[in-house]
Structures are given as C-alpha cells and as structure tokens.
C-alpha cells in the first residue's frame, strides 16, 4: 500500500515536547518534498511545516515557526517533526504527505499533496 504511517502522538502538558515519525511505505519519498499537516477539531486541515526533496529547504508556517522542526533521513524513509513549547491549540490530528515544495508553500498542499497516511493525534492539554 502506498502512503505514510505516522506515529509519536500522545498525550502532553502545555510547554513539553514530542517527537513525531513519518514513516513511507510502498514508495520513494527521495524526489518529494514532505510537509507535516494537522487538522483540530471542527477546523480545515493546514499546513505547519515542510522540507524540500534534494537541498532540504524547511518552511514553517507562523502558528509552528520557532517551535517546530522538521528532517528527514532519506535511507530511513522517514521524516520527523520535533515539537517544543507545545501549546494547547497544538491539539490536532498530524498527517504528513508528499508534493512539490512550492505548492506547500503558497498554501495549496492541501489540495496537492499526496499519500496521505492515517495521522496520529497530539493532545496538548493539562
């Protein structure tokens, strides 16, 4: 089957960290760009972060900027998202898929990417 799993969700207090995998399976992530999408309760999915596919070029959306980073270890077919300073509105269902880097950045990801696994749920609550 081709998509990713992710997976690193759970449960944390406001101000801690967790570290999110994004695992490809079925196909090669090597020549996509990869972004981290989340989607909260009752609101649209978005974009939160992004790493090209060959210089690995990251961008960051306002509400993640600071706080979250984002790699990927192309042998591994996996990507990562290390989130600090978690905050409540943090809360949300993550998803990471594959597209072209231009298309996450100009906001239409979304509509563009593909391969999209089943998520993992982060909870930021105390």
């Known amino acids: 089957q081709v998509q990713f799993v992710e997976s690193g969700g759970g449960l944390v207090q406001p101000g801690g960290s967790l570290r999110l995998s994004c695992a490809a399976s079925?196909?090669?992530?090597?020549?996509?760009?990869i972004g981290w999408f989340r989607q909260a309760p009752g609101k649209e999915r978005e974009g939160g972060s992004c790493?090209?596919?060959?210089?690995?070029?990251?961008y960051y959306g306002d509400s993640v900027k600071g706080r979250f980073t984002i790699s990927r270890d192309n042998a591994k077919k996996t990507v990562y998202l290390q989130m600090n300073g978690l905050k409540p509105e943090d809360t949300a269902i993550y998803y990471c898929?594959?597209?072209?880097?231009?298309?996450?950045?100009?906001?239409?990801?979304?509509?563009?990417?593909?391969?999209w696994g089943q998520g993992t749920q982060v909870t930021v609550s105390s």
């Open positions: 790493i090209s596919a060959f210089d690995q070029r990251t």
């Open positions: 898929a594959a597209g072209a880097y231009n298309d996450f950045v100009s906001g239409s990801g979304t509509s563009t990417y593909h391969y």
């Open positions: 079925g196909f090669t992530m090597d020549y996509y760009a």
